[in-house]
C-alpha cells in the first residue's frame, strides 16, 4: 500500500520505522523479517488456503457495501445481480525466470473491482481447465458471469446456470456451429423477419471516437439447445482516430442466459463493457502501477504470493473510495499511519 513492489522493498519498508510500527504490525522482535526471509515465507505459503481466506474477505466487502448501500436505497438488487469477470493473466518476468506459476486465472467484480478468486495455471493445461475451480470458490446465484470466448464452452454454461447465475459469452471461431447459428439471426438471408432490439454509446477520449452498436435477439430460443440460452447479440464497434482519421471497425457475436425482461440491450451493453473492468482495474494497475511484469520472482509459491497480496491492495483502495491507484500509494507511502489504520491496525 506504500508503494514497495517487491518482497525486498517490503523487507527494507519494516526496517525504515520504529518499534511502535513494528509491535503494531504484529512482529514480536526488534526488527522486521528480511527479504530471505519473506522469500522463504512467501515461497511455502498454502497458496489455496491464501486465495481462499482473500476471497472471502473480498466478497464480504461487497456484502458490506451493498448493506451500505440497501440501508440508503432500501434494497440489496444490485448487489445480488453483481458481474463478474473471469480472465486470464500471463507473469510475463516469472515467465522469463522459468518459474512453475506464470499464469493465473482471475474472477473480478464489475462493481468494486475486487479480485474474488484467483488460481493458477499450469503449463500442461489451459485456463479451460481451472475455470470450474474458479466457479467452485465464488458464489454463482444471483451474479452474471462475463468470460473471453476461450471460456465459452457448454460445461462452463451448465456449471454457472446449474449454480443460479447467468453468463455473457462472445461466441468465436472455436464453437463454429454455435457462431453460425448467431451470425445467421443478424446476418442471414431472413434476418430481417426476426425480431431485434438494439442500442448504441458514443465516446470521445484517448484521442479517438468510440461507437459502439448492439443488437440483440431471441430468435434462437427453443432452437439452440446450449445450455440456459436465451439472447443472442452482436456488437459492432467503430472506432475513429481524431488525429489521423483512420477508422477501425469490428464485430462480435455472443450469447447469454439473460431473458429480454432481465437484460434488454442497454444493459447487455453495459455488461459486456463492464467485462473489461478486470483489464483496465485489475491487471492494467498490476503492470502500470506494481509492476508485476517486470517482476522476476519465481521460487515456489512466490509469484501467486506476490499477485495475491498486489489484488489485495488494489481491492482495499478500491473500498476506501481510492480511483488512482498510484496515486493512493504515493499517499499511504507519505502518510502511513493511514495505511495500518485502513488494514484496522491503530497505532
Not at 444490485?78 to 510475463?92: M, V
Not at 427453443?222 to 447479440?233: E, K, N, R, T
Not at 517486470?294 to 480511483?323: C, D, F, H, W
Amino acid at each position: 500500500m506504500c508503494g514497495c513492489k517487491t518482497y525486498s522493498a517490503i523487507a527494507q519498508w519494516g526496517r525504515d520505522y520504529d518499534q511502535g510500527f513494528i509491535k503494531a504490525l504484529g512482529f514480536t522482535h526488534d526488527k522486521t523479517p528480511c527479504a530471505a526471509t519473506f522469500c522463504n515465507v512467501f515461497s511455502d505459503i498454502a497458496i489455496k488456503v491464501m486465495e481462499s481466506k482473500l476471497g472471502q474477505w473480498a466478497t464480504s466487502l461487497g456484502i458490506a457495501t451493498a448493506d451500505q448501500e440497501g440501508s440508503q436505497e432500501g434494497s440489496q438488487e444490485e448487489y445480488q445481480e453483481e458481474a463478474i469477470s473471469i480472465d486470464g493473466k500471463t507473469l510475463r518476468g516469472s515467465l522469463k525466470q522459468e518459474s512453475s506459476t506464470t499464469h493465473l486465472l482471475s474472477a473480478v467484480s464489475h462493481k468494486l473491482g475486487l479480485t474474488l478468486a484467483q488460481c493458477s495455471v499450469d503449463k500442461e493445461t489451459n485456463e479451460i481447465g481451472k475455470i470450474d475451480e474458479i466457479l467452485k470458490s465464488i458464489v454463482l446465484e444471483g451474479r452474471i458471469i462475463s468470460v473471453d470466448a476461450m471460456h465459452t464452452q457448454r460445461k462452463t454454461s451448465q456449471t454457472i446456470v446449474d449454480g443460479g447465475g447467468d453468463y455473457v459469452m462472445p461466441v468465436k471461431d472455436n464453437q463454429q456451429r454455435l457462431l453460425d447459428d448467431v451470425k445467421t439471426v443478424f446476418d442471414g438471408p431472413c434476418s430481417h423477419l426476426l425480431s431485434k432490439s438494439s442500442a448504441e454509446t458514443f465516446d470521445l477520449g484517448h484521442g479517438r471516437i468510440e461507437e459502439r452498436c448492439l443488437t440483440c435477439s431471441d430468435a434462437l430460443l427453443g432452437y439452440s439447445d446450449w445450455p440456459g440460452l436465451h439472447q443472442v447479440y452482436k456488437v459492432e464497434r467503430k472506432f475513429t482516430n481524431k488525429g489521423t482519421g483512420k477508422v477501425h471497425e469490428k464485430t462480435v457475436y455472443g450469447i447469454t442466459s439473460l431473458t429480454p425482461q432481465e437484460a434488454g440491450p442497454e444493459r447487455l451493453l453495459g455488461l459486456i463493457r463492464g467485462h473489461w473492468h478486470i483489464e483496465n482495474r485489475t491487471h492494467w494497475v498490476r503492470d502500470v502501477t506494481f509492476d508485476e511484469d517486470r517482476s522476476q520472482v519465481r521460487k515456489g509459491n512466490t509469484p501467486e504470493v506476490m499477485s495475491a497480496l498486489r489484488n489485495t491492495v488494489i481491492g482495499l483502495m478500491r473500498y476506501a473510495g481510492a480511483t488512482n491507484i498510484a496515486s493512493s500509494c504515493r499517499r499511504y507511502a507519505a502518510q502511513p499511519l493511514k495505511a495500518l489504520k485502513l488494514i484496522g491496525i491503530m497505532v
